[in-house]
């Protein structure tokens, strides 16, 4: 089990990082776009390849990190993240810096992860969700700052309600959480800007 | 108000190769290496190490080499340094009464467990000017003599018997402990954040807050219950190993400083205690800091807070030198605007002041008339 | 099974040990002694090696609620060697040469069949070295021990 769970790290940790980094950045700069990100990590399961580079990218000693249950009951995963990112496990999901999610679907409501204060709305949780596709699920209709017009995009397995949610996340501007979806083609974000319709609506 | 203004490129630069000229300074002088400057200005480079607040023998002396001796520019140096590492974790508290030791003395006892040990110091020199230094005579071996051995308690453990004296300092079970490098500083500070601060806090400062103590600006009646210098182990708990790391030895001074006090309607008469510890050997700045970390537990001992010693937001807030270096310094760079604005607004007060004066003077005049 | 576990308590005890003596060892030192051996240099690196910080904590009175006091340049390691043992270090300073030796002796340790000569060729030397500069420290510190006598005033 030990070898399974320290294999797979960036093979070169300043430049694998940065990769990652400016894929994250420009994601969140401009929310429905789809940055490519090759599996620069070799995570055991169920831990993906491209969330595992995204938490290896942003996760150290000082950011406090929450996992879904099934991470959570993967000890190769957890020992795997601690060596890579010497991130302490947050007792709870309001403790979180970041949250690392692999079964979306399931993950409990976003208003329990922290939402940062009024004086201070950076100090809230961004959420890695593992998800395993940005285009085959129920098509979302993105706007707000860095979008010019509109734009789209269909992750799937989304957490229940996300829609409905993350309205609610924007109510609670400037605070409230930022996601970032992890899916094998590369990686796209939902900063707490972005207004989220769907088709039909 | 800030203007960008180009222009200084070119003079930039240029001051900068001066710069690079002026500290290699005569050619025909062989260049310092850094094992010179660790091996034998050594308290110059623990100086740095402790008040950058980075253990790093060679980066202190390259700090020191490359600010041609300019302790604060140095420190400056080592922590803008610091914030380019990650950061592996926090160690296991270092154990003091483990240290090898090096120096251990006690103005309280004279026969303690242990013995008084001199070390290397500079007590009992004359302060003549050594010639010999100058003209680089060879320096004997030191004496040996064969060592006791045997446990050197703290000081503090040995009072602790009768109950004279205040225990090692706790805080209650579930307190985390504070870490300003990570946390903006909010006021009152718990005594773990303020003893961090002054770990790292500029020796001249402490220095003369400490000594303001001793003519009576918040008098704490103290004696040294003990300084001992030595090396101490380091270790880590890591996940992938099941026991604590050891990471090697890391020099520090330790100050146990011992406080009459009068006792209050909430603790009897008993001796108190202020704590110093600083890395490398530093005994002034561990001296200094026990003392202002006395004086600054006023409010815990309901004390009058009434000198500025015992002032914790005057203290901590200006004891930082590169903090204050930076705001100080800062003044020298192009403030043209500003002053331009300042300008136009003494002129119109002048004005101002002139016109409502030849109206008095008038006003004067015409009432004599 | 429970010799089992002293067993292991044993193994852990001896392997923090030699971590430490590689640990203290100058990288010089440790590097003479590597080639003097003709130990292997090659390893899969898993890890590093790579510097960071850890941030040094104390005791308030040196006995009470731990606190930060300064932080120390830390560099580490952890390599896999041929048969899979993986090995890991870390040390205060900078030197990377230093941590992976070091992770490497830590692999080779936890060899059964290299155990003795790991401890043989480097271990024991380190240590030994250790130990006289330790005692010789001692030693001169102790010369400067004050033997405190009185003086006797008056008459009988």
Same mark, same amino acid.
């Given at each position: 089990?030990?070898?399974?769970?320290?294999?797979?790290?960036?093979?070169?940790?300043?430049?694998?990082?940065?990769?990652? &980094?400016?894929?994250?950045?420009?994601?969140?700069?401009?929310?429905?776009?789809?940055?490519?990100?090759?599996?620069?990590?070799?995570? $055991?399961?169920?831990?993906?390849?491209?969330?595992?580079?995204?938490?290896?990218?942003?996760?150290?000693?000082?950011?406090?990190?929450?996992?879904? $249950?099934?991470?959570?009951?993967?000890?190769?995963?957890?020992?795997?993240?601690?060596?890579?990112?010497?991130?302490?496990?947050?007792?709870? $999901?309001?403790?979180?810096?970041?949250?690392?999610?692999?079964? %979306?679907? =399931?993950?409990?409501?976003? =208003?329990? &992860?922290?939402?940062?204060?009024?004086?201070?709305?950076?100090?809230?949780?961004?959420?890695?969700?593992?998800?395993?596709?940005?285009?085959?699920?129920?098509?979302?209709?993105?706007?707000?700052?860095?979008? =010019?017009?509109?734009?789209?995009?269909?992750?799937?397995?989304? $957490?229940?309600?996300?829609? =409905?949610?993350?309205?609610?996340?924007?109510?609670?501007?400037?605070?409230?959480?930022?996601?970032?979806?992890?899916? %094998?083609?590369?990686?796209?974000?939902? %900063?707490?800007?972005?207004?989220?319709?769907?088709?039909?609506? | 108000?800030?203007?960008?203004?180009?222009? #200084?490129?070119?003079?930039?630069?240029?001051?900068?190769?001066?710069?690079?000229?002026?500290? !290699?300074?005569? *050619?025909?002088?062989?260049?310092? *290496?850094?094992?010179?400057?660790?091996?034998?200005?050594?308290?110059?480079?623990? *100086?740095?190490?402790?008040?950058?607040?980075?253990?790093?023998?060679?980066?202190?002396?390259?700090?020191?080499?490359?600010?041609?001796?300019?302790?604060? /520019?140095?420190?400056?140096?080592?922590? @803008?340094?610091?914030?380019?590492?990650?950061?592996?974790?926090?160690?296991?508290?270092?154990?003091?009464? @483990?240290?090898?030791? /090096?120096?251990?003395?006690?103005?309280?006892?004279?026969?303690?467990?242990?013995?008084?040990?001199?070390?290397?110091?500079?007590?009992?020199?004359?302060?003549?000017?050594?010639?010999?230094?100058?003209?680089?005579?060879?320096?004997?071996?030191?004496?040996? !003599?064969?060592?006791?051995? #045997?446990?050197?308690? !703290?000081?503090?453990?040995?009072?602790?018997?009768?109950?004279?004296?205040?225990?090692?300092?706790?805080?209650?079970?579930?307190?985390?402990?504070?870490?300003?490098?990570? /946390?903006?500083?909010?006021?009152?500070?718990?005594?773990?954040?303020?003893?961090?601060?002054?770990?790292?806090?500029?020796?001249?400062?402490?220095?003369?807050?400490?000594?303001?103590?001793?003519?009576?600006?918040?008098?704490?009646?103290?004696?040294?219950?003990?300084?001992?210098?030595?090396?101490?182990?380091?270790?880590?708990?890591?996940?992938?190993?099941?026991?604590?790391?050891?990471?090697? *030895?890391?020099?520090?001074?330790?100050?146990?400083?011992?406080?009459?006090?009068?006792?209050?309607?909430?603790?009897?008469?008993?001796?108190?205690?202020?704590?110093?510890?600083?890395?490398?050997?530093?005994?002034?700045?561990?001296?200094?800091?026990?003392?202002?970390?006395?004086?600054?537990?006023?409010?815990?001992?309901?004390?009058?807070?009434?000198?500025?010693?015992?002032?914790?937001?005057?203290?901590?807030?200006?004891?930082?030198?590169?903090?204050?270096?930076?705001?100080?310094?800062?003044?020298?760079?192009?403030?043209?605007?500003?002053?331009?604005?300042?300008?136009?607004?003494?002129?119109?007060?002048?004005?101002?002041?002139?016109?409502?004066?030849?109206?008095?003077?008038?006003?004067?005049?015409? @009432?004599?008339? | 099974?429970?010799?089992?576990?002293?067993?292991?308590?044993?193994?852990?005890?001896?392997?923090?040990?030699?971590?430490?003596?590689?640990?203290?060892?100058?990288?010089?030192?440790?590097?003479?002694?590597?080639?003097?051996?003709?130990?292997?240099?090659?390893?899969?690196?898993?890890?590093?090696?790579?510097?960071?910080?850890?941030?040094?904590?104390?005791?308030?009175?040196?006995?009470?609620?731990?606190?930060?006091?300064?932080?120390?340049?830390?560099?580490?390691?952890?390599?896999?060697?041929?048969?899979?043992?993986?090995?890991?270090?870390?040390?205060?300073?900078?030197?990377?040469?230093?941590?992976?030796?070091?992770?490497?002796?830590?692999?080779?340790?936890?060899?059964?069949?290299?155990?003795?000569?790991?401890?043989?060729?480097?271990?024991?030397?380190?240590?030994?070295?250790?130990?006289?500069?330790?005692?010789?420290?001692?030693?001169?510190?102790?010369?400067?021990?004050?033997?405190?006598?009185?003086?006797?005033?008056?008459?009988?």
């Amino acid at each position: 089990m030990e070898t399974q769970a320290i294999d797979g790290g960036f093979a070169n940790p300043v430049f694998d990082a940065q990769a990652v &980094f400016r894929a994250v950045m420009d994601a969140m700069a401009r929310p429905g776009t789809i940055q490519p990100c090759g599996g620069l990590t070799v995570p $055991p399961a169920p831990l993906s390849p491209v969330a595992g580079a995204v938490a290896l990218t942003f996760c150290d000693n000082d950011t406090p990190l929450w996992l879904d $249950p099934a991470l959570q009951a993967s000890a190769a995963a957890k020992h795997w993240l601690g060596f890579h990112s010497g991130s302490p496990l947050a007792h709870t $999901p309001a403790d979180a810096q970041f949250a690392l999610v692999s079964s %979306p679907a =399931e993950l409990i409501a976003l =208003e329990n &992860f922290a939402q940062g204060t009024q004086e201070y709305p950076d100090r809230s949780t961004t959420l890695i969700l593992q998800v395993t596709s940005l285009s085959s699920g129920e098509n979302l209709l993105l706007e707000g700052p860095g979008i =010019e017009k509109a734009a789209m995009l269909a992750p799937t397995p989304l $957490p229940r309600h996300f829609v =409905e949610q993350w309205k609610q996340n924007r109510a609670r501007f400037p605070r409230g959480v930022d996601v970032i979806l992890a899916a %094998p083609e590369g990686i796209a974000c939902l %900063p707490r800007t972005t207004r989220i319709k769907t088709m039909e609506a | 108000m800030y203007v960008a203004v180009k222009g #200084g490129d070119a003079a930039i630069s240029n001051a900068h190769q001066l710069l690079a000229d002026r500290r !290699r300074g005569d *050619r025909s002088v062989p260049a310092l *290496r850094l094992d010179q400057i660790v091996e034998q200005l050594a308290l110059g480079v623990d *100086r740095v190490m402790a008040e950058g607040s980075l253990y790093d023998r060679e980066l202190a002396a390259l700090a020191i080499a490359q600010a041609r001796g300019d302790m604060i /520019e140095a420190i400056f140096l080592v922590r @803008a340094y610091r914030t380019t590492l990650p950061r592996f974790g926090y160690t296991l508290p270092i154990d003091t009464a @483990a240290m090898q030791v /090096e120096r251990r003395v006690s103005a309280t006892y004279k026969d303690l467990p242990g013995g008084q040990l001199l070390g290397p110091t500079f007590d009992y020199t004359h302060r003549l000017l050594d010639p010999e230094i100058a003209t680089g005579t060879p320096v004997a071996e030191p004496e040996r !003599r064969e060592a006791e051995a #045997g446990w050197m308690p !703290r000081v503090s453990e040995i009072l602790a018997h009768e109950g004279l004296i205040e225990s090692d300092g706790e805080l209650p079970e579930d307190h985390v402990t504070g870490d300003l490098t990570r /946390e903006p500083v909010e006021f009152p500070l718990e005594r773990d954040l303020r003893l961090q601060a002054l770990s790292r806090g500029d020796e001249g400062f402490l220095l003369a807050l400490a000594y303001s103590t001793q003519r009576g600006y918040g008098r704490s009646h103290p004696f040294v219950g003990e300084v001992r210098i030595g090396e101490v182990e380091v270790e880590i708990d890591v996940p992938e190993l099941p026991f604590a790391v050891p990471l090697g *030895r890391i020099r520090v001074t330790e100050c146990q400083m011992v406080n009459q006090f009068k006792g209050s309607a909430k603790v009897p008469p008993q001796f108190t205690r202020g704590y110093g510890l600083v890395f490398g050997q530093s005994e002034r700045k561990a001296m200094a800091m026990s003392l202002c970390d006395r004086a600054l537990r006023a409010r815990e001992f309901g004390e009058d807070v009434v000198a500025p010693a015992q002032d914790e937001e005057f203290v901590i807030s200006h004891s930082d030198n590169v903090q204050a270096t930076g705001f100080v310094e800062h003044l020298k760079l192009p403030h043209y605007v500003d002053f331009q604005a300042e300008l136009g607004l003494v002129r119109g007060m002048r004005a101002e002041h002139e016109a409502r004066k030849r109206g008095d003077d008038q006003e004067t005049r015409e @009432a004599a008339e | 099974m429970k010799t089992d576990r002293r067993q292991e308590r044993e193994e852990a005890a001896g392997r923090k040990a030699a971590m430490a003596a590689l640990s203290h060892a100058p990288g010089e030192r440790l590097k003479a002694l590597w080639v003097q051996a003709g130990l292997p240099r090659d390893a899969q690196k898993l890890r590093g090696p790579e510097t960071g910080l850890v941030t040094v904590r104390g005791r308030i009175g040196g006995g009470g609620a731990p606190f930060n006091f300064g932080e120390a340049t830390v560099t580490r390691a952890t390599v896999r060697v041929e048969g899979g043992a993986v090995g890991h270090a870390y040390a205060l300073g900078r030197d990377k040469e230093k941590a992976l030796l070091s992770a490497i002796a830590d692999a080779l340790w936890q060899d059964a069949s290299r155990r003795a000569e790991i401890e043989a060729c480097i271990i024991e030397p380190l240590r030994a070295e250790q130990t006289t500069a330790d005692e010789t420290r001692r030693a001169e510190t102790a010369a400067t021990k004050v033997d405190f006598f009185t003086m006797v005033r008056g008459e009988d």
